[in-house]
């Protein structure tokens, strides 16, 4: 699914109507049409609608909500939160158009609860045209009261466009926002409808066709989202004859005294992922606990010196363990120690495979980050959390979380690396700009070894031969499609990243039937 921003798709109806000589009214009526058919669909041939609008554009998709609801025999009461005159262009037309006696103008705090309370708390269903995407402030006013009685009424509700209250681009909630069940939306959905915390207000979301140009929506500047129909191309299938030659043989560097389970959970995650063969490169002193931790992976001893943490010394046996190998990870759980931290910067600068640095790999770099303009490969794939980017970038956490697209983007651009930005609708970013949303994942993942899963699926599918940004994408989707599953057996809370790994081949199985 493609997402734009909410400045996008002005520009995308601005030329429709410039550019194609597509009259507004013809787009508004479209977009009251799709609306109409979701009500009737879910909630019925009749039945009792209030239509909360405002005095713009998007009231004026509610205003046609409601003549066409009108027309088919629904009970429809329009509650305008304007005077008359403050409403022009196509949507005064299209109020004009109305019945005057479902119009109820209402301009004034106080006048919702004291006079339409009963007439929302009954309603069959809401329909939310109060503020569409263009909204840049905080709700007010009667505004707010509308969006607090909506919410309050515990009726259903169909926003249009976009649920009240929330910016269209960021997602983030602007005072107050309408908690909807459906969300209607045109052409293309937008980041709000994605990005948390807009996600969770916006329902079930729809995309309605209201006819814009094929052309626009094809040069469209947007984003990917991911989900199990985006994906599904990028699989590829297993000839019958295949062999585990064919699978690639990936080499991850990883575990320190006290961390051996990131390296068995990244070890046994290329496993679940499909890799054909698995190496674990780890300090000779923890090597013994690796052993019993990984049965299906191959295990090399590093010398350590007793210490349980690996040093720049190692770099030439490494370099004979990269002979074969398609892909290397390193990082989950190696330590912090200034000889680790040269190991990971000297890999970075000579080692030309595929790469995927993680954890206390990206540490290593953020004491070092002009070393990333010297690599080697042409395929450095990096998966912060946000406390991770945020010393990536000698900045704050919050500053990470505020902006994480045009982060992620500009430092995936800058450094010519693959930038996975975990969390919430994680963010992938590649070096020429393009720029994923991963729609899998939930709340149960919040606990320790998911990044180190993570890191052991894409390192595995880098193995198997998919391109840089194609592992990415799928790796997220699939590291979370796979928490999903594991969610909807045993709940949110108490799931760990052994589950996840459990889960990866049963969530390939699903997306490849689906």
């Known amino acids: ?3 734009v921003t909410a400045q996008t798709m002005q520009e995308i109806d601005k030329q429709a109507i410039d550019g194609y000589n597509i009259a507004g009214q013809q787009l508004m009526e479209s977009a009251g049409s799709r609306c109409v ?3 009737i669909a879910k909630f019925g041939l009749v039945g009792c609608s209030v239509i909360m609008a405002g005095k713009g554009n998007n009231g004026g998709d509610g205003y046609v909500i409601a003549r066409l609801l009108d027309q088919k025999g629904w009970n429809v009461k329009v509650i305008l939160l304007a005077d008359r005159d403050q409403v022009c262009g196509d949507a005064a037309v299209n109020l004009e158009k109305l019945h005057g006696s479902i119009i109820n103008f209402c301009t004034h705090e106080g006048q919702l609860s004291a006079l339409h309370m009963e007439e929302i708390f009954q309603a069959d269903v809401i329909v939310d045209a ?3 995407t263009g909204l840049n402030s905080d709700v007010s006013g009667i505004y707010l009261e509308a969006i607090d009685l909506i919410n309050a009424s515990g009726r259903p509700v169909v926003s249009v466009d976009i649920p009240s209250g929330i910016h269209g681009t960021t997602g983030r909630v602007l005072g107050e926002a309408v908690r909807a069940d459906i969300t209607v939306t045109f052409a293309f959905a937008k980041l709000g409808h994605v990005l948390y915390p807009g996600a969770e207000y916006t329902g079930r979301l729809v995309v309605a066709d209201i006819g814009i140009p094929q052309k626009l929506m094809e040069t469209a500047v947007g984003y990917d989202f991911l989900n199990a129909d985006t994906v599904r191309p990028m699989l590829h ?8 030659g064919q699978f690639g043989h990936c080499l991850i560097i990883a575990g320190s005294t006290g961390k051996t389970g990131a390296a068995a959970l990244s ?3 290329a496993v679940r992922a499909g890799s054909g063969l698995v190496t674990l490169a780890v300090a000779e002193s923890i090597h013994s606990i690796l052993e019993i931790k990984t049965t299906e992976v191959m295990t090399s001893p590093l010398p350590d010196s007793g210490s349980g943490h690996l040093s720049d010394s190692v770099f030439p046996l490494i370099e004979k363990l990269l002979v074969g190998k398609n892909a290397i990870a390193i990082g989950p759980g190696l330590g912090a ?19 995927v640095i993680d954890a206390d790999g990206l540490n290593a770099l953020a004491e070092e980050i002009s070393v990333l303009n010297r690599k080697k490969s042409k395929q450095v794939i990096l998966t912060p959390h946000p406390g991770e980017m945020s010393r990536l970038l000698g900045t704050s956490i919050h500053a990470v979380e505020a ?4 982060v992620a983007q500009e430092f995936a651009s800058k450094y010519g690396v693959f930038l996975v930005l975990k969390g919430a609708r994680t963010i992938i970013a590649s070096p020429d700009g393009s720029v994923a949303i991963n729609g899998s994942g939930n709340p149960g993942m919040a606990s320790g070894g998911m990044g180190d899963v993570l890191t052991g699926i894409i390192v595995s599918l880098l193995g198997q031969g998919y391109t840089a940004m194609d592992a ?9 499609f796979a928490a999903d599953m594991v969610v909807e057996e045993k709940g949110e809370i108490g799931i760990n990243a052994s589950d996840v790994i459990e889960s990866l081949p049963y969530a390939y199985n699903k997306i490849i039937k689906k």
């Open 1 to 3: 699914m493609r997402v």
């Open 37 to 39: 058919e979701e009500i």
């Open 130 to 132: 109060l503020l569409g």
């Open 237 to 244: 299938r297993r000839d019958r004859q295949a062999h585990k």
């Open 267 to 269: 070890a046994n995650s």
């Open 337 to 355: 120690r200034s000889g680790t931290n040269a190991l990971v910067q000297n890999m970075v600068e000579t080692v030309a495979l595929p790469m």
């Open 403 to 406: 902006t994480r697209i045009s």
């Open 472 to 480: 990415c994408c799928l790796g997220v989707f699939l590291h979370g």
